[in-house]
């Protein structure tokens, strides 16, 4: 279990896989997006689902373990911000896969899992290099979540990443340094 001085390891390896694993998608979706990167879609799908294995289980160990405990007291003004930043954090990292298999899955293109289909693709019998979606609405709204999750989620990053850097520079807790295990 977590403590004010150690964290346990399943909340340390949990949090950087989630991290990592979710810096890196909205890096490479950022790409494909401005690139028109379709030949990675296949890749950024199969992690997607990967990691949201990694998200759940993070978020049972997090709801069974609790909260981590501050090293010290902060002004309740910090207290606020580390609160909407981690709920930001944590609601993003639900609704970016779940985003990505609406949009995926029911716009028709499928949901692989490193050559496996989770969910066919569905092609068009009259061009069968178009798909037809299964439903089209609630595949727009997965786009549209996803690609405001993934902005809102970046921005929450970014903040959260500043704010271990407060800890660790100005402040010169051992917040970081209890989340990177020492």
Do not use: C
């Not at 991290?19 to 879609?41: D, H, R, T």
């Not at 068009?124 to 609405?137: G, H, M, Q, R, Y």
């Not at 990053?157 to 520079?169: D, E, N, R, T």
Request: glycine residues 10%; positive net charge.
């Amino acid at each position: 279990m977590d403590t004010q001085t150690a964290l346990s390891k399943q909340t340390i390896v949990l949090h950087w896989i989630v991290a990592i694993g979710m810096i890196v998608m909205l890096a490479v979706g950022v790409y494909m997006e401005e690139n028109k990167a379709y030949e990675l879609y296949p890749l950024h799908k199969s992690f997607g689902v990967l990691i949201v294995v990694f998200v759940l289980w993070r978020i049972y160990w997090r709801a069974k373990n609790g909260w981590p405990t501050p090293v010290r007291q902060y002004r309740p003004v910090e207290i606020k911000l580390s609160k909407i930043v981690h709920w930001l954090l944590i609601i993003g990292t639900i609704l970016m896969p779940i985003s990505g298999m609406m949009m995926s899955g029911l716009g028709g293109h499928g949901i692989p899992l490193f050559g496996l289909e989770l969910v066919a693709r569905n092609p068009d019998p009259a061009d069968p290099s178009k798909v037809i979606a299964l439903n089209e609405t609630l595949a727009q709204a997965g786009k549209a979540m996803h690609g405001l999750g993934g902005n809102i989620l970046i921005a929450a990053v970014l903040l959260h990443i500043a704010g271990a850097l407060k800890h660790h520079m100005i402040d010169k807790d051992n917040t970081l340094k209890r989340m990177i295990g020492k």
